[in-house]
Structure formats: structure tokens, C-alpha cells
């Protein structure tokens, strides 16, 4: 059964302080990786896709890498403004279905 | 209006009572989505749509109805609800099977509560 697990569940940092998120995923025919921003009480919003192993992309502060096993969303000098929930999740079966992970919930503070 | 909208914002429902949550999008995709986000769990895919053409039902209750009458709209009929069917209920579109995708786009989400 496909499965993405995300890791830390919560993750604080202090403005600039520079950290990392994974997201681990089984690996059955991998056919897209995604990253996705969630503030609350809103619905997510795309960030990146990822397609095969040592691709990578990168848009301001953030940084995705992909390896054969998991992701990793690099998140340099953060700010106070990245603070949100970020969710991954990869294609699995058919009609483009998207499963998620629980998601990191991120808080940088001042 | 671009993107996806998702109306209501917030409903507050008895166990008894009888609501429809409304999606429309207007980028031109063929397939949308209904996912149930509860709290630290992940998003649970609830039903798929393509061409308007209802082709995954994840085993979701009979009590969550879900209707696509054209491209551009997906509902989501309520009845009978019970509290833990509380949650963020969040449509989505994609370009969908056979086309090169980007992501899907997700409206804010109806934020239900069952009382």
C-alpha cells in the first residue's frame, strides 16, 4: 500500500536558523513527488514537483531534493512569514490521485 | 473569478439536518477531488471526478453524496451527518489523467461542524 510519512510533526525555529523537512514514501513506481504550503484555515497551495532521484527546485527560502527514498524540503534563513503547514504527497493509482502526508507544521519565530 | 471557490466558508449542522457544499473552478481542468482533512491526520481522498464522470469512491459513508453535473462544478451533498464527520472538507482540480500535471489546485475549504 502506498504511504508517505512526513517527519519532525512540528518543527520551531528561530528567524534565520536554517532546517530541513522529510518526507519518506513507498516506492512503487514513483510517478511525482509534491510539495504543498497550508496556512490555516486555508487550503493548500502548490509549491513544487519532483520527478526523479537528484532532481531539485527551489523557489525563494525554499529547497526540494528528491532521492530514491524520500524528500527533503530545505528551508534557508527562514522568516516568520514561512510559518505554515507544509504537506507531501505523491501520485498513486490512477486519475492523478494524490496521497498526503500528516504534514510539518513549522513555526519561525522572531 | 480564477482558481477554485468553495462555499460555504463555515457550516454548523444538526445530525438531522440536510446541507450541500459547493465547488466550482474555472481553469479548464478535467478532474476534481473531494478530500476530508481532520485534525494532524492526513488529507483523506474521498471522491475522484474525471470528465464528470464519478471514478473513485473511497469507501466513504452513504451519508456523503457527491455530485459533478458539469467540468466546472463538484457538490458534496450532507445528510445524516455525525460529530466526527467534523472536519476541513477541501475540492481540488487537476488536468487529470494522460495530461502532463502540475499539482492540483485546492479551493479554502468548507469548514464543517456536526452538532
Known amino acids: 500500500e502506498d504511504q508517505v510519512t512526513q517527519s519532525p510533526e512540528a518543527l520551531r525555529l528561530q528567524e534565520g536558523e536554517s532546517s530541513s523537512l522529510n518526507c519518506s514514501y513507498t516506492v512503487s513506481g514513483l510517478r511525482g513527488l509534491f510539495w504543498y504550503r497550508q496556512d490555516p484555515g486555508k487550503g493548500p497551495e502548490f509549491l513544487f514537483t519532483?520527478?526523479?532521484a537528484g532532481e531539485e527546485k527551489e523557489k525563494e527560502r525554499l529547497k526540494a531534493t528528491l532521492t530514491k527514498k524520500e524528500s527533503f524540503l530545505h528551508i534557508t534563513a527562514p522568516k516568520p512569514e514561512d510559518s505554515a503547514t507544509y504537506l507531501c504527497a505523491k501520485f498513486s493509482g490512477g486519475y492523478n490521485k494524490l496521497i498526503f502526508g500528516a504534514g510539518t507544521r513549522l513555526a519561525v519565530h522572531p | 473569478e480564477t482558481g477554485v471557490t468553495q462555499t460555504p466558508r463555515h457550516l454548523v449542522m444538526g445530525m438531522t439536518n440536510k446541507k450541500s457544499l459547493k465547488c466550482e473552478q474555472h481553469l479548464g481542468h478535467n478532474a476534481m477531488y473531494w478530500y476530508k482533512q481532520s485534525a494532524k491526520k492526513p488529507l483523506e481522498l474521498m471522491f475522484v471526478?474525471?470528465?464528470?464522470?464519478?471514478?473513485e469512491n473511497n469507501s466513504v459513508p452513504s451519508r456523503f453524496s457527491p455530485e459533478c453535473p458539469n467540468s466546472s462544478h463538484l457538490f458534496l451533498h450532507l445528510h445524516t451527518l455525525q460529530p466526527e464527520d467534523s472536519a476541513l472538507y477541501l475540492c481540488?482540480?487537476?488536468?487529470?489523467?494522460?495530461?502532463?500535471?502540475?499539482?492540483?489546485?485546492f479551493g479554502s475549504g468548507t469548514r464543517l461542524t456536526v452538532v
Open positions: 481540488a482540480s487537476s488536468q487529470g489523467q494522460g495530461a502532463p500535471n502540475y499539482g492540483y489546485t
Open positions: 471526478y474525471s470528465l464528470e464522470e464519478r471514478v
Open positions: 519532483l520527478y526523479s
